[in-house]
């Protein structure tokens, strides 16, 4: 009884544990990815495709291994052909006589081979290749969906950091109300600066509930985006500052890896199998030779008891000539080239792209890490007027109206300086997706 026990405490203590960390709720954008190339509709498609390539594996190598059928047939006559025959072979009068006897039972044995197909070896490597590229759609399909994540899952921290500076924004705009309506009663204000600083609080107010209702339509997009439960709770626990600071500068003068674009890969495996194709077809003009065989055993007899068995047995061998089809097999090889050639186009089209897509990005962030300079720079400045001008209306030597003017340009510096760091952040994303280094 105590094992007994032992054993089910264990078991309790292993199933809280397990729904507690299936059922956590705080993701980081790392997390987050994973999740999303777990659960990922395309990508459990892509898996699928994947699957599907080696089973064209497999039956393009069952094409060519010998193929062994077994059979069986049975016939009773119940009334037997017969052939007439005429009275020079019967020695008098013209007679009908039956060469079938009633009863004919024959089991069979037959072996088809292939002995040479150029087609199948051509075809049996771009199976192998086609399964290659099945894998290399999985990889860009894994970089597309992290994409997705970022594009869902960043907004989210500019929006956490604008509900975090509103909070801090109005707990210190609530103690400046507070004191101000305590120095209103005791006469040293006006109703007019009491009513100033309560209408700044109400749309202080109104703006957090519009960003708490923005940041709910973009939590339930990310979900989406990671195919999560819509009515499970998601908590994102990054922020702007920490992700930017655990990116690398070194995508800014890295040089250029196309290999780790997988649209690259993916269109250089395209022509690989556009020249298979191009093989196969001319094969085409290569005869073909197989070889056959079969054994099959034979009763006959008007009953099961007076009948008799005739073994039959052969093998051959069969060979096809290609010698004229009306310019089919010249069709198929130039239409395979032409193909090949517009792929080839294609990547050349790309490599100019991603060249043209690296350098933008590079000058992106640039211009986005001179735009966060500034935007600290008015922080600061906007900070140092702000704090002034309170001291000077607690003094007694300024006006509320100035109060509210600081006030103002502060939170426009404060969301300012976010979205600065926002767009530094997808800049840096940008250049290292550029450079296929996500």
């Known amino acids: 009884m105590n094992h007994l026990s032992r054993t089910f405490l264990l078991l309790a203590i292993w199933v809280h544990s397990f729904y507690g960390q299936a059922q956590s709720s705080d993701m980081s954008l790392s997390q987050a990815i994973v999740y999303a190339q777990a659960n990922h509709p395309d990508l459990l498609d ?59 039972l024959t089991g069979s044995v037959n072996l088809d081979a292939m002995v040479f197909d150029a087609s199948y070896f051509v075809g049996l490597r771009a199976a192998r290749a086609s399964r290659n590229f099945a894998q290399l759609e999985l990889n860009d399909r894994q970089r597309q969906v992290r994409s997705q994540v970022r594009d869902a899952y960043l907004p989210l921290l500019l929006l956490k950091s604008n509900l975090n500076q509103l909070d801090k924004n109005i707990a210190s705009l609530t103690n400046l109300f507070q004191e101000t309506r305590e120095i209103y009663r005791a006469g040293f204000a006006e109703q007019l600066d009491v009513d100033r600083l309560e209408l700044s609080l109400a749309n202080l107010t109104t703006e957090r509930e519009n960003l ?63 020249e298979l194709n191009v093989k196969v077809n001319k094969t085409r003009y290569i005869p073909t030779l197989k070889a056959f065989g079969g054994y099959q055993y034979q009763y006959q007899g008007n009953s099961f008891s007076n009948g008799f068995w005739a073994p039959t047995g052969f093998v051959g061998l069969s060979l096809n000539i290609p010698l004229y089809d009306g310019g089919l097999k010249k069709a198929l090889v130039e239409r395979a080239q032409i193909a090949k050639e517009q792929v080839a186009i294609q990547r ?29 720079r008015n922080l600061a400045l906007a900070n140092r007027i702000y704090n002034t001008t309170q001291v000077k209306y607690r003094e007694g030597v300024g006006s509320s109206l100035e109060v509210n003017q600081a006030e103002q340009d502060l939170y426009t510096a404060q969301t300012n300086r976010l979205q600065a760091l926002y767009d530094l952040l997808q800049a840096k994303m940008s250049i290292e997706e550029a450079l296929g280094w996500q």
Do not use: C
Not at 71 to 98: D, I, M, R, W
Not at 244 to 253: E, G, R, W, Y
Not at 360 to 370: E, P, V
């Open 212 to 274: 708490t209702r923005q940041y709910e339509m973009a939590l339930q997009a990310l979900k989406f985006t990671l195919n999560y439960p819509a009515d499970q709770e998601l908590h994102v626990v990054d922020d702007l500052d920490g992700l930017l600071q655990a990116t690398s500068v070194d995508a800014l003068v890295a040089p250029i890896d196309y290999s780790r674009r997988t649209e690259i890969t993916l269109l250089d495996e395209a022509l690989e199998l556009n």
């Open 348 to 376: 050349t089209t790309l490599q100019r792209l991603v060249q043209l897509q690296i350098s933008n990005a590079r000058t992106g962030y640039l211009n986005a890490q001179n735009r966060l300079t500034e935007r600290d």
């Open 46 to 104: 892509a898996q699928l495709k994947i699957r599907d390539a080696e089973e064209v594996i497999k039956q393009s190598i069952a094409t060519g291994l010998p193929q062994l059928t077994a059979g069986g047939t049975y016939q009773y006559y119940f009334k037997v052909p017969v052939v007439p025959l005429p009275a020079a072979f019967t020695g008098g009068e013209p007679q009908n006589v039956s060469f079938v006897l009633k009863n004919n």
